[in-house]
């Protein structure tokens, strides 16, 4: 099946400091989801990528859809404590008919004020 | 507040009870889903209903059984389940099921 790899696993970085993470895929995806986990929460979305080489931004997140379609990244600039959580990447292919989001394992981000 | 509302938040259970998880949402969403979180694992889909008919069932052991009565509700069922069903139970909805999916904040499920 197709599956998702997302680096790094975890991070410790400095309140203040850029941070960039991503996922790679063997499969094309249609669409990459990006998700952050607040302990005790659900996932909530951040960014929706529809097309190849797409660059959407939310605020200090930024988000781009590979020209490969194989992979997608998330940069977090000037990281503050509320940005601590697990980021999640999702792809899903739509070729034919409407495949599950597979999601990678997450990017578990730590800021230390 | 993400407009999928999970009850309950927390719940233990013997391995020969029967519980059911409840999911709701009024976002006006025509597909749900149910969604297992274990530590260290990506989240692994179960059920999907679109339009209350299930769409995907996904190699689920036959003690979760899950329940669509209409657009806005999900339930989840569960009997005689084992240690290594302790995790996070997560619903989402979307309007479609190729649009981005809204979480619930999860049941956290303790099997003793």
């Known amino acids: 099946g197709q599956q998702l790899n997302q680096s790094p696993q975890s991070m410790f970085i400095q309140e203040g400091e850029d941070v960039s993470m991503n996922c790679t895929s063997s499969?094309?995806?249609?669409?990459w989801l990006w998700y952050k986990q607040d302990p005790g929460e659900g996932p909530v979305l951040l960014i929706a990528l529809y097309k190849a080489g797409e660059l959407t931004s939310n605020g200090r997140l930024t988000a781009q859809f590979g020209i490969t379609r194989k992979d997608s990244f998330l940069n977090i600039s000037a990281s503050i404590p509320s940005d601590v959580g697990i980021y999640f990447c999702?792809?899903?292919?739509?070729?034919?008919?409407?495949?599950?989001?597979?999601f990678g394992k997450g990017t578990r981000l730590s800021v230390i004020a | 507040e993400t407009g999928v509302t999970q009850t309950p938040r927390h719940l233990v259970m013997g391995m020969t009870n029967k519980k059911s998880l409840k999911c709701e949402q009024h976002l006006g969403h025509n597909a749900m889903y149910w969604y297992k979180q274990s530590a260290k694992k990506p989240l692994e889909l179960m059920f999907v209903?679109?339009?209350?008919?299930?769409?995907e069932n996904n190699s689920v052991p036959s003690r979760f059984s899950p329940e669509c009565p209409n657009s806005s509700h999900l339930f989840l069922h569960l009997h005689t389940l084992q240690p290594e069903d302790s995790a996070l139970y997560l619903c989402a909805s979307s309007p479609q099921e190729d649009q981005p999916q809204h979480f619930g904040d999860g049941t956290r499920l303790s099997i003793l």
């Open positions: 999702a792809g899903q292919t739509l070729d034919s008919g409407n495949t599950p989001l597979v």
């Open positions: 499969s094309i995806f249609n669409t």
């Open positions: 209903y679109n339009f209350k008919e299930q769409t």
